[in-house]
C-alpha cells in the first residue's frame, strides 16, 4: 500500500491595506412595579446668554475648540442622597433623580466609582427611551474616575444595582454633571445634521470610497471633556503593540483633570454619504497623559487611554511621517462642532507657516485652502495626514469656514517628535520605543480584518484546510479558496476538503472572506499555503521549493 507524505510550508504575507465599554443588562427600574419614586434634585437654572457671552470672549483665539456644556459642581452621594429599595431577595437598588432645567443633555463625572463584581449602574432618561449601561466592575480604574457620555433632555434617573452577597460594598460619588446649553443632540436643519450643527460645506467621511480613508477613519475619534469638544486619532508606535496612545492638541487636554474626564467616541458617523445620525455607544472613557509641553509652545498632547479598545470598535492605529517635506496633498479626518465625522481635502498640500498667538514659530503646517470640506469648532486636535495616509501634524487653528475657506494651521509633528529633551515632552522615547530612528511608520490593524493562520493537514488522500475567522464573521456571507490562483470553491464554513488534489502536484491556497453586508466586498487573501503530495520516500528526505510568486 502506498502511503502519500504532505509536505507544507506556510508562508505569511503581510498585505498592507491601506474605558466606558458598557455591559449588557437591562435597568431593573424597567421591570419593577412596587412604585419606588426617587426623589428629585432640581438644580439652579443656567444662564444661557451669559454663557454665550463667555464663549465670544474666549474664542477670539482661531483655536477651534468648542465649549457645548456649563459644568455643575455636585456632592451626590448613595450614603445620603436618592432612595433605596430591598428586594425580597436581599439584593438592594439605589435611584437618584437629577433635574438642570433646560438642559440639552446631561453628563454625569464619577470622581470616585468602585464596583463590586455583581453590581450594575445605569443612567436614563425618566422616559427611558436614552439609556447608558450596565457600568459594572469592569469599569474600575486605578483613579476611581468614570466620567459618562450625555444623556438627552434636562432629567436623568441614576440606578444602582447591588446584590446581597457582594465581597465589598460600592462606592459611587458624583461630583459633577455637564449642562448641555447649546443642544449637541439637537437635527438643527432640513439636512438632519446629528451631534452638532457643522456646516453645509461638510463632507461625510462616508462619501469618499477610497479604501486608505475608510480604514484610516478608524482612527480619528470625537472627545467630549469638562463641558468641551475636540477630535484626535489613535496613533501607532514602533512596536506595533495596539498600546493605546491617542494624539490630540495641547489646548484641548493640557492636563490630567481634563484627561481623566475625557470621553473619547469611536465610529460616531453617518452609515453612508448622506446625514443621518451615527451611533454614540462605542465610547471609553478617561485617559492619562503621556507627553504634553507647555501651553503656548507646541500644540500637541499624547494621551494613553484607559483601556484598549475592544475588536468591536475596528480601532485603526494610524502610522505617520515626521519627514520635513512639504507635503504635495493633505487631509484631516474630524468631528466638526462635535457633528459626525467628517473629510477635508487639501490638493495644494502644505507648507511651513506661523500660526501666532505665542507659539514657537514657524512650527506649523499651514493649509492655504481646502477643496473639499472645512474644519470648525471641535475639529482641534484632528491628525493632518500627507498623500500616504501617515499623521504630519495636528489641528490648533485657523481661519477656515464654509464661507472663507482658507488658512488653517496643524502642529508639526516633526516638531512634537523632539523638540524638547524632557520626555515628557516629545511624541520620540513613546512612539518609537524600539529606539529605530525611523522616519516614518506604517499604520496597524489590532484585530484581524481578513482570514488568518491559514493551515492544513492530511487525511488519506484528502487536503483538509482551517483558518481562523475574521472578527466580524457574523457579516460573511462565505469564505472563498483560492488553489492555484483561482476561485476554486466557496464555504460558509472556517474548513474546506479538497478531495481533488492528486500525488507529485503542488498546490498552492489562500482564503478570503465575502462580506454581503453592508457592502458587497471580498477581503484581502490569507497567508498562503504550498503544499505537495508525493509517493512514500525513504526517510530522512527534504525538498526545498520556491514560492510561486
Not at 161 to 190: C, R
Not at 238 to 261: E, M, Q, W
Not at 444 to 457: E, G, K, Q, W
Not at 508 to 522: C, D, G, I, Q, R
Request: glycine share 6%; with cysteine.
Amino acid at each position: 500500500m502506498k502511503c502519500i507524505i504532505i509536505l507544507i510550508i506556510v508562508i505569511f504575507i503581510q498585505y498592507n491595506s491601506y474605558g466606558q465599554i458598557a455591559s449588557e443588562g437591562v435597568p431593573l427600574y424597567y421591570s419593577l412595579s412596587q412604585g419606588v419614586e426617587a426623589p428629585v434634585l432640581i438644580l439652579p437654572d443656567i444662564n444661557v446668554k451669559k454663557l454665550i457671552r463667555e464663549d465670544k470672549k474666549v474664542i477670539p483665539t482661531r483655536n477651534k475648540a468648542l465649549r457645548f456644556a456649563k459644568i455643575i459642581n455636585l456632592d451626590i452621594d448613595p450614603k445620603h442622597d436618592g432612595i433605596w429599595s430591598t428586594l425580597s431577595n436581599g439584593d438592594k437598588i439605589w435611584y437618584m433623580h437629577v433635574k438642570s432645567p433646560n438642559a440639552h443633555s446631561l453628563g454625569l463625572f464619577f470622581d470616585n466609582y468602585r464596583l463590586p463584581p455583581g453590581a450594575k449602574l445605569f443612567v436614563y432618561s425618566p422616559d427611558k427611551k436614552h439609556v447608558r449601561g450596565a457600568f459594572t466592575y469592569k469599569n474600575n480604574k486605578w483613579n476611581n474616575i468614570l466620567a459618562l457620555a450625555p444623556i438627552k433632555g434636562d432629567e436623568i434617573i441614576i440606578e444602582y444595582f447591588e446584590p446581597q452577597d457582594v465581597i465589598f460594598k460600592g462606592e459611587i460619588h458624583i461630583s459633577s454633571i455637564a449642562h448641555d446649553y447649546k443642544n449637541i443632540f439637537s437635527l438643527t436643519s432640513k439636512r438632519t445634521k446629528a451631534y452638532g450643527s457643522s456646516g453645509a460645506c461638510n463632507v461625510n467621511v462616508n462619501c469618499d470610497n477610497d479604501d486608505l480613508i475608510q480604514l484610516l477613519k478608524h482612527s480619528v475619534c470625537k472627545i467630549t471633556y469638562n463641558g468641551w469638544l475636540c477630535s484626535g486619532a489613535l496613533i501607532n508606535n514602533t512596536k506595533n503593540d495596539g498600546h493605546p496612545y491617542f494624539l490630540t492638541a495641547n489646548h484641548c487636554i493640557n492636563n490630567s483633570f481634563d484627561a481623566n474626564a475625557a470621553l473619547f467616541y469611536f465610529n460616531y458617523e453617518s452609515p453612508g454619504c448622506t446625514n443621518i445620525d451615527g451611533p454614540i455607544d462605542q465610547t471609553i472613557s478617561g485617559s492619562v497623559i503621556i507627553a504634553t509641553p507647555e501651553i503656548k509652545t507646541l500644540d500637541f498632547s499624547l494621551l494613553e487611554l484607559s483601556v484598549t479598545p475592544p475588536p468591536s470598535y475596528q480601532p485603526y492605529y494610524a502610522g505617520w511621517n515626521r519627514n520635513i517635506v512639504d507635503p504635495a496633498s493633505v487631509f484631516s479626518i474630524h468631528h466638526p462642532s462635535g457633528d459626525i465625522k467628517k473629510l477635508t481635502k487639501s490638493t495644494t498640500g502644505a507648507t511651513t507657516s506661523d500660526y501666532g498667538e505665542d507659539y514657537t514659530e514657524f512650527t506649523h503646517w499651514w493649509i492655504n485652502e481646502w477643496d473639499e470640506g472645512t474644519t470648525e469648532g471641535g475639529s482641534s486636535g484632528a491628525p493632518l495626514f500627507n498623500g500616504n495616509g501617515e499623521i504630519i501634524g495636528d489641528l490648533t487653528g485657523g481661519d477656515a469656514s464654509c464661507s472663507f475657506n482658507y488658512n488653517d494651521y496643524y502642529l508639526q509633528f516633526h516638531h512634537a517628535w523632539k523638540d524638547f529633551s524632557d520626555s515628557t515632552k516629545k511624541l520620540e522615547p513613546w512612539l518609537d520605543p524600539a529606539n529605530s530612528k525611523t522616519l516614518s511608520l506604517n499604520g496597524y490593524l489590532p484585530y484581524d480584518t481578513i482570514p488568518t493562520n491559514l493551515y492544513a493537514s492530511l487525511v488519506d488522500t484528502t487536503i483538509n484546510l482551517k483558518w481562523n475567522e475574521t472578527q466580524n464573521s457574523a457579516n460573511v456571507e462565505y469564505y472563498y479558496v483560492y488553489r492555484d490562483y483561482v476561485k476554486f470553491d466557496s464555504t460558509t464554513n472556517t474548513v474546506f476538503s479538497d478531495t481533488l488534489a492528486y500525488k507529485d502536484s503542488v498546490y498552492s491556497y489562500w482564503v478570503t472572506a465575502f462580506y454581503k453586508n453592508p457592502t458587497e466586498y471580498e477581503t484581502e487573501a490569507s497567508n498562503i499555503i504550498f503544499i505537495r503530495m508525493m509517493d512514500s520516500l525513504s526517510l530522512p528526505f527534504g525538498e526545498d521549493f520556491e514560492s510561486q510568486f
